[in-house]
């Protein structure tokens, strides 16, 4: 979970400073691509778009302003709206494999293909899902953000926050147990 970006600092960015720019990137790069990453299932499309995400930051950085958004909800909402006009343009669902490119290391090959196929049952669990709760899922157990920015982000009370994300768990918990999948 990342913490709270101090003013200054997006000051220092809206004017400019190529470090600060770069230092924004670094920090939520990785969040940005595995969200979308989980909402595209393509290694490609996550990539592309997590650098539109970027480009779209610098362009409209002059204008973001944190009296009702953090910089990351803002971010967030600049993935969401991104990973929505893809599918807009696209007309497909959702229903591409999902792969793990996060592999740690050190695993023994058994291992590994466990975890690929539950991280590829997880995505079409996940696919299963109403747009709204699998966002809520994404960003609380995968991003890690706090309840009260994925309201933010998703322009919601963090009370239908907490409601989507248990109507999600009960959600993929039916939709494991009927796939006969094992969850700890």
């Given at each position: 979970?990342?913490?709270?970006?101090?003013?200054?600092?997006?000051?220092?960015?809206?004017?400019?400073?190529?470090?600060?720019?770069?230092?924004?990137?670094?920090?939520?790069?990785?969040?940005i691509?595995?969200?979308?990453?989980?909402?595209?299932?393509?290694?490609?499309?996550?990539?592309?778009?997590?650098?539109?995400?970027?480009?779209?930051?610098?362009?409209?950085?002059?204008s973001?302003?944190?009296?009702?958004?953090?910089?990351?909800?803002?971010?967030?909402?600049?993935?969401?709206?991104?990973?929505?006009?893809?599918?807009?343009?696209?007309?497909?669902?959702?229903?591409?494999?999902?792969?793990?490119e996060?592999?740690?290391?050190?695993?023994?090959?058994?291992?590994?293909?466990?975890?690929?196929?539950?991280?590829?049952?997880?995505?079409?669990?996940?696919?299963?899902?109403?747009?709204?709760?699998?966002?809520?899922?994404?960003?609380?157990?995968?991003?890690?953000?706090?309840?009260g920015?994925?309201?933010?982000?998703?322009?919601?009370?963090?009370?239908?926050?907490?409601?989507?994300?248990?109507?999600?768990?009960?959600?993929?918990?039916?939709?494991?147990?009927?796939?006969?999948?094992?969850y700890?």
């Amino acid at each position: 979970m990342l913490e709270i970006l101090s003013p200054s600092l997006i000051r220092r960015a809206q004017e400019g400073e190529p470090m600060v720019v770069g230092a924004l990137y670094e920090r939520y790069q990785r969040g940005i691509y595995r969200y979308l990453y989980y909402r595209v299932g393509d290694l490609q499309t996550a990539e592309d778009l997590t650098s539109e995400v970027f480009l779209r930051m610098v362009e409209k950085l002059s204008s973001y302003s944190d009296q009702n958004l953090s910089f990351q909800a803002w971010l967030f909402q600049i993935a969401r709206n991104l990973s929505i006009d893809h599918y807009r343009k696209m007309s497909v669902q959702n229903n591409v494999e999902l792969q793990d490119e996060f592999p740690e290391q050190g695993n023994e090959p058994l291992e590994m293909v466990a975890k690929e196929l539950t991280i590829e049952k997880l995505g079409h669990a996940l696919a299963q899902l109403p747009e709204n709760q699998r966002d809520v899922i994404i960003m609380r157990f995968v991003i890690e953000m706090p309840i009260g920015e994925v309201a933010k982000t998703l322009h919601k009370t963090e009370d239908s926050i907490k409601g989507l994300q248990r109507r999600a768990l009960i959600s993929l918990k039916d939709i494991l147990v009927e796939w006969e999948v094992t969850y700890v």
